[in-house]
């Protein structure tokens, strides 16, 4: 049976289900739903230690008794056949004498709602904005204790699933034009990206714009300097403006000579605003 279906984390603290020994399948769908599906902190210790999407932190003992396995013998085997097979990956954290495991699921965003749309279309919103909402009131349900105040509105949560949409259309038209892929979306990147949306109407508004993007000589290192665009670029309010408006589009050279002059006059106002944008941020391009 092909497709795939959505299910709530509290499914394993269900009252009508009694504990007991967990399968490895059980304890592999018990990782996923443990999993972040945002960027998240945690304390270890005495510090606080990022959290990324797609991965959680756990100690061997937690997960034996959650599995209700004898030994933490076999967390340890199962979690290397895991490894072994490019389904996690793990790292220690923490003390010697008290150590956590942060896992990380490999290809996370594949077992998610936003990574399956072409098997569900018609109904894909619908269920991303129910699952979205359930998943935020678990993952920040510590949180929301210690501040109330930092849990976002509904609309906000109504763009999450369209904000991570986004990413993936980006590196996926980064992947193809070989521009540098997002690995962390900050806080200053979701606000610019979720501006964006707004200004194109929308994901598919979004992917017209990576569409154009990837068809521009100058974005593309089909230029003088063989400069490429970059997510922070494409973000910018007024780069992005200039890309919709076709400032940025290919120009034929079979064109009069003025449209060539006016290409590389556009051409060195992106590489001056490129270079100031580099220097306003400097290292911090994540």
Known sequence: ????????????????FKRSEMTEREAWMWMLAQSAWDDTRHRVGSEMIEVPRGSFVTTL??????????????VRTFLTVLEREGMIGRTTVGSAN????????????????????????????????????????????????????????LPDLAHVDEISQAVSAYNEAAEAVGWSKVQKLSRER???LAARLREAGGIEGWRVAMSKARASP????????????????LIS??????????????????????????????FRDLINDAAAMRRTSGADWR
Request: aromatic letters at 8%; proline letters at 4%; a positive charge.
């Open 190 to 192: 979701r606000g610019k």
């Open 237 to 266: 309010k007024e780069k992005f403006t200039r890309l919709m408006e076709g400032q940025y589009d290919d120009r034929k050279s079979s064109r009069s000579q003025p449209r060539a002059a006016a290409q590389s006059d556009a």
């Open 98 to 153: 008290a150590p956590k495991t942060h896992v990380t699921i490999c290809n996370y965003d594949k077992y998610q709602i936003d990574g399956r749309t072409k098997d569900a279309p018609g109904t894909h919103r619908g269920r991303a904005e129910d699952a979205v909402k359930k998943e935020y009131n678990n993952t920040t349900r510590e949180e929301a204790k210690a501040s109330l105040s930092a849990q976002p509105t």
């Open 218 to 233: 100058l974005c593309t290192g089909d230029n003088e300097r063989g400069w490429v665009a970059s997510f922070d670029f």
């Open 61 to 74: 003992r937690e997960m034996q008794s959650v599995f209700m396995w004898r030994s933490d013998k076999r």
């Open 1 to 16: 049976m092909a497709g795939f279906i959505t299910i709530e984390r509290d499914l394993w603290d269900h009252p009508l």
